[in-house]
């Protein structure tokens, strides 16, 4: 699994894309970051992803963004954690 820390990413990178419910993010977010709850991103990540393309993926306490790259990882998806 590949990881980054959130001072290493940069939006010339790909896509960020943070985990965390509505309301934490909009407590604490990194700018470059869009906001799709893990929940809703679990069930409809293939409408959001483009498997030509590179992900990273943030969360409060890096539970949820290990989740998703393993299993993003393992369908093929171009995805990184970026831990904070």
């Not at 990881?3 to 985990?19: C, E, F, P, S, W």
């Amino acid at each position: 699994m590949k990881r980054i820390a959130v001072g290493q990413y940069h939006k010339n990178l790909g896509t960020l894309i943070d985990l965390s419910s509505y309301q934490d993010f909009m407590l604490e977010h990194h700018p470059d970051a869009m906001n799709i709850p893990y929940q809703k991103f679990m069930l409809y990540y293939d409408q959001y992803l483009d498997k030509t393309k590179p992900y990273y993926f943030i969360c409060n306490r890096g539970v949820h963004s290990r989740k998703v790259v393993s299993m993003l990882e393992y369908f093929g998806y171009d995805v990184t954690q970026v831990i904070k």
